[in-house]
């Protein structure tokens, strides 16, 4: 796949700071403090709502900062390409944004991203924050169970949750309704070809005449490859 870029590892700083100088951007800014953490927050923030944060991993945009704004997420907290953000950036994205109305985090259902933000989440806590998490799992591919991976419909409950913490809702009713959305999506990956990994020696897994059912957003295995056919055979 060809692309637009300089260098691998200045990709996500500098696809941030053209986000900013954006006209879409003109509202955002990035918290500072330290070159590794990349946060993209709402300027206009006041901490008298309950914050509501997301992220992940780059190279899924316009997720995650592309969603911030109002009535939408508080802040992004992104992490190298198709990494998780580390403890460090989720904890300090917690803390620039919460207020005593709390703050809720939609995580999507991989390992990187469940452990790094359920540790800042702890850690929050420890510190006095009122934090809560609601893990997202809406790929049935797999199965509707643990393994699910959270996918298309997480941007369903960023709106869901950001317009009741918009409306001055508490934590437990915008985290509520979270859940409960969370809980109603069902959405089916299928792939026509492989996750582009920024590596021009990547083999690929599929042959042209190949789909793929649930393969992972970051190249993760899927559940059953299938023929590529017409529309109506398919």
Same mark, same amino acid.
């Given at each position: 796949? +060809?692309?637009?870029?300089?260098k691998?590892?200045?990709?996500?700083? #500098?696809g941030?700071? *053209?986000?900013?100088?954006?006209?879409? *951007?003109? %509202?955002?800014?990035?918290?500072?403090?330290?070159?590794?953490?990349?946060?993209?927050?709402?300027?206009?923030?006041?901490?008298?709502?309950?914050?509501?944060?997301?992220?992940?991993?780059?190279?899924?945009?316009?997720?995650?900062?592309?969603?911030?704004? %109002?009535?939408?997420?508080?802040?992004?907290?992104?992490?190298?390409?198709?990494?998780?953000?580390?403890?460090?950036?989720?904890?300090?994205?917690?803390?620039?944004?919460?207020?005593?109305?709390?703050c809720?985090?939609?995580? +999507?259902?991989?390992?990187?991203?469940?452990?790094?933000?359920?540790?800042?989440? #702890?850690?929050?806590?420890?510190?006095?924050?009122?934090?809560?998490?609601?893990?997202?799992?809406?790929?049935? &591919?797999?199965g509707?169970?643990? %393994?699910?991976? *959270?996918?298309?419909?997480?941007?369903?409950?960023?709106?869901?949750?950001?317009? &009741?913490?918009?409306?001055? +809702?508490?934590?437990?009713?915008?985290?509520?309704?979270?859940? %409960?959305?969370?809980?109603?999506?069902?959405?089916? *990956?299928?792939?026509?070809?492989?996750?582009?990994?920024?590596?021009?020696?990547?083999?690929?897994?599929?042959?042209?005449d190949?789909?793929?059912?649930?393969?992972?957003?970051?190249?993760?295995?899927?559940?059953?490859?299938?023929?590529?056919?017409?529309?109506?055979?398919?």
């Amino acid at each position: 796949m +060809k692309r637009f870029f300089n260098k691998r590892d200045t990709i996500v700083a #500098e696809g941030l700071e *053209g986000l900013l100088r954006s006209s879409y *951007g003109a %509202k955002l800014c990035r918290l500072t403090g330290a070159d590794d953490i990349h946060v993209i927050l709402r300027k206009d923030w006041s901490k008298d709502r309950v914050a509501v944060l997301s992220g992940g991993g780059s190279g899924h945009e316009p997720a995650h900062a592309g969603f911030v704004g %109002k009535g939408m997420l508080t802040g992004a907290v992104c992490g190298q390409l198709f990494a998780s953000p580390g403890v460090d950036a989720i904890l300090a994205a917690i803390r620039s944004v919460t207020g005593e109305a709390g703050c809720l985090l939609i995580v +999507k259902n991989y390992t990187g991203d469940r452990l790094n933000f359920g540790i800042a989440a #702890e850690q929050a806590k420890a510190l006095g924050l009122d934090v809560e998490v609601v893990i997202i799992g809406d790929d049935i &591919a797999l199965g509707r169970n643990s %393994k699910a991976r *959270g996918i298309a419909g997480t941007v369903l409950v960023h709106k869901i949750a950001g317009a &009741a913490a918009e409306s001055g +809702k508490s934590l437990v009713e915008v985290a509520a309704l979270a859940r %409960k959305a969370a809980a109603s999506l069902s959405s089916i *990956g299928l792939a026509l070809s492989d996750c582009s990994v920024y590596n021009p020696e990547q083999e690929p897994r599929l042959r042209d005449d190949e789909a793929e059912l649930g393969l992972g957003i970051h190249g993760e295995a899927g559940i059953e490859r299938i023929p590529l056919t017409g529309l109506d055979a398919s």
